[in-house]
């Protein structure tokens, strides 16, 4: 636990220590005095002055907690954070082996009455938000069971690092793209620092200031094929130092009725609230413009598309949509963006730019190489780029000499045939004297 998580707890853990000692003293007939029940008050205020902190409030806004589940949360976590919290909780649960407390001894311990006993069942209730947002498991309708807090718990109240798993339906992306690598107009990157904006200063403006929930934030990225948009991606969750997860709406989607909705429920559920970014890649196959209604089939993929729209819309947490096609998606739906960033093709500076960023720095390099004319000789993408100096260093690598300007040529010249079009030599500007006959 850092220093900040356990200095926020520490009156959490006194609070519970007191209550079961009340709690074993009522057992054995002994009245509990005047002095433990001032200091139960005392601590108690310190209790709510923790709960306003940034750690709890920002749980409280993203999960849509009440009192009593933060108190469920502060008891299921007590067993790991103090353990002989955990032997106490055993004392007092006579028959159980467990050192996580049950729903009936939390009731017992906070004193409640009847109605209080029901709005607990209310609260561990799998559409309420505790077991809705997988912050607690082991309740199953029994009273008597015990609750533990999950690492997603543990991590956002303890500070400790919760273990990762990819949920349903997306794959993680490796991120190795950073904020300082984006070669960009301007305007483009003033955008992605306003939408991380959206993120780090949600607790101000919702928690502070008393600003409505909305959901993500999500912003579609638009542009053509290798222009950066994934790759902004990336970099938006390495600023953010979160994993960076790729939707595959083919695991998602069936055939069957209504087992889309309930996978993608199941999906945005699992990662409500999660410090992850989902990303939704070439979306305009996903979220085009919803198309007129010929048979059935028709009528039930739209209201897929519609229950997808309304679920992002409530989601915790940043998504992120790209497109080839901006005039594809539905207008309806590009309202709901709070970022949308147009992605052009580079220009000659740009190219430049990436030229220099993607050969390899440690890569021996002839002397012949001049980036400025590697920008100006050949209109390509961001992504044909990188494509072309990779191949270029192994070229190198395999033929033992030095990324030089025919390496280049030859690499280029490749990454022009992939489209399947007649390739034309002079297209390749001035490392068109560079690249070998025959070739």
Same mark, same amino acid.
């Given at each position: 636990?850092?220093?900040?998580?356990? *200095?926020?707890?520490?009156?959490?853990?006194?609070?519970?220590?007191?209550?079961?000692?009340?709690?074993?003293?009522?057992?054995?007939?002994? /009245?509990?005095?005047?002095?433990?029940?001032?200091?139960?008050?005392?601590?108690?205020?310190?209790?709510?002055?923790?709960?306003?902190?940034?750690?709890?409030?920002?749980?409280?806004?993203?999960?849509? &907690?009440?009192?009593?589940?933060?108190?469920?949360?502060?008891?299921?976590?007590?067993?790991?954070?103090?353990?002989?919290?955990?032997?106490?909780?055993?004392?007092?649960?006579?028959?159980?082996?467990?050192?996580?407390?049950?729903?009936?001894?939390?009731?017992?311990?906070?004193?409640?009455? !009847?109605?209080?006993?029901?709005?607990?069942? !209310?609260?561990?209730?799998?559409?309420?938000?505790?077991?809705?947002?997988?912050?607690?498991?082991?309740? *199953?309708?029994?009273?008597?069971?015990?609750?533990?807090?999950?690492?997603?718990?543990?991590?956002?109240?303890?500070?400790?690092?919760?273990?990762?798993?990819? /949920?349903?339906?997306?794959?993680?992306?490796?991120?190795?793209?950073?904020?300082?690598?984006?070669?960009?107009?301007?305007?483009?990157? !003033?955008?992605?620092?306003?939408?991380?904006?959206?993120?780090?200063?949600? $607790?101000?403006?919702?928690? !502070?200031?008393?600003?409505?929930?909305?959901?993500?934030?999500?912003?579609?990225?638009?542009?053509?094929?290798?222009?950066?948009?994934?790759?902004?991606?990336?970099?938006?969750?390495?600023?953010?130092?979160?994993?960076?997860?790729?939707?595959? &709406?083919?695991?998602?989607?069936?055939?069957?009725?209504?087992?889309?909705?309930? *996978?993608?429920?199941?999906?945005?559920?699992?990662?409500?609230?999660?410090?992850?970014?989902?990303?939704?890649?070439?979306?305009?196959?996903?979220?085009?413009?919803?198309?007129?209604?010929?048979?059935?089939?028709?009528?039930?993929?739209?209201?897929? @598309?519609?229950?997808?729209?309304?679920?992002?819309?409530? +989601?915790?947490?940043?998504?992120?949509?790209?497109?080839?096609?901006?005039?594809?998606?539905?207008?309806?739906?590009?309202?709901?963006?709070?970022?949308? @960033?147009?992605?052009?093709?580079? $220009?000659?500076?740009?190219?430049?730019?990436?030229?220099?960023?993607?050969? /390899?720095?440690?890569?021996?390099?002839?002397?012949? @190489?001049?980036?400025?004319?590697?920008?100006?000789?050949?209109?390509?993408?961001?992504?044909?780029?990188? *494509?072309?100096?990779? +191949? #270029?260093?192994?070229? #190198?690598?395999?033929?033992?000499?030095?990324?030089?300007?025919?390496?280049?040529?030859?690499?280029?010249?490749?990454?022009?045939?992939?489209?399947?079009?007649?390739?034309?030599?002079?297209?390749?500007?001035?490392? @068109?004297?560079?690249?070998?006959?025959?070739?």
């Amino acid at each position: 636990m850092n220093a900040t998580a356990a *200095n926020t707890m520490t009156c959490e853990w006194k609070r519970i220590d007191r209550l079961a000692s009340c709690l074993a003293e009522s057992r054995r007939g002994q /009245p509990v005095d005047e002095e433990k029940i001032e200091e139960l008050i005392q601590i108690q205020q310190q209790v709510d002055a923790a709960r306003d902190g940034t750690a709890w409030r920002g749980m409280i806004a993203r999960y849509g &907690l009440e009192r009593l589940d933060t108190d469920i949360l502060a008891f299921t976590l007590a067993p790991d954070a103090e353990p002989r919290l955990g032997w106490m909780f055993q004392t007092l649960q006579t028959g159980t082996s467990s050192a996580y407390p049950s729903a009936a001894l939390i009731c017992e311990m906070l004193g409640l009455e !009847q109605s209080g006993i029901g709005v607990l069942h !209310q609260r561990l209730d799998g559409r309420a938000p505790l077991l809705r947002h997988g912050l607690v498991e082991g309740a *199953n309708g029994d009273i008597y069971a015990p609750l533990r807090a999950t690492s997603k718990t543990r991590s956002e109240l303890l500070g400790w690092k919760a273990s990762r798993t990819a /949920p349903k339906g997306a794959i993680e992306i490796p991120v190795t793209g950073t904020m300082e690598d984006l070669v960009l107009p301007e305007n483009c990157l !003033q955008t992605l620092r306003e939408y991380l904006m959206w993120i780090h200063y949600r $607790d101000v403006v919702v928690g !502070q200031w008393g600003a409505k929930i909305c959901g993500g934030p999500v912003a579609l990225f638009s542009g053509p094929s290798g222009t950066g948009k994934s790759y902004a991606a990336e970099a938006l969750a390495h600023a953010l130092g979160w994993p960076l997860y790729r939707v595959d &709406l083919g695991l998602l989607v069936s055939k069957y009725i209504g087992e889309t909705e309930k *996978n993608l429920n199941m999906l945005f559920d699992s990662t409500h609230g999660e410090p992850m970014v989902l990303l939704f890649d070439e979306a305009d196959a996903l979220f085009g413009k919803r198309g007129e209604i010929k048979e059935a089939r028709d009528r039930y993929a739209n209201m897929e @598309v519609s229950h997808l729209l309304a679920r992002m819309e409530r +989601h915790q947490g940043p998504c992120i949509l790209t497109t080839n096609l901006r005039d594809a998606i539905d207008s309806a739906f590009a309202r709901r963006f709070q970022a949308a @960033v147009d992605f052009p093709r580079p $220009d000659a500076e740009a190219r430049s730019r990436i030229w220099k960023q993607h050969i /390899p720095p440690k890569a021996p390099l002839a002397l012949e @190489v001049d980036f400025q004319m590697l920008g100006e000789s050949v209109v390509l993408t961001g992504g044909q780029i990188r *494509n072309a100096a990779l +191949h #270029a260093a192994y070229l #190198a690598a395999g033929e033992g000499g030095e990324v030089d300007l025919a390496r280049i040529a030859r690499a280029v010249w490749a990454e022009l045939g992939k489209g399947g079009g007649e390739r034309i030599r002079r297209s390749l500007g001035g490392l @068109v004297n560079y690249l070998p006959e025959g070739v």
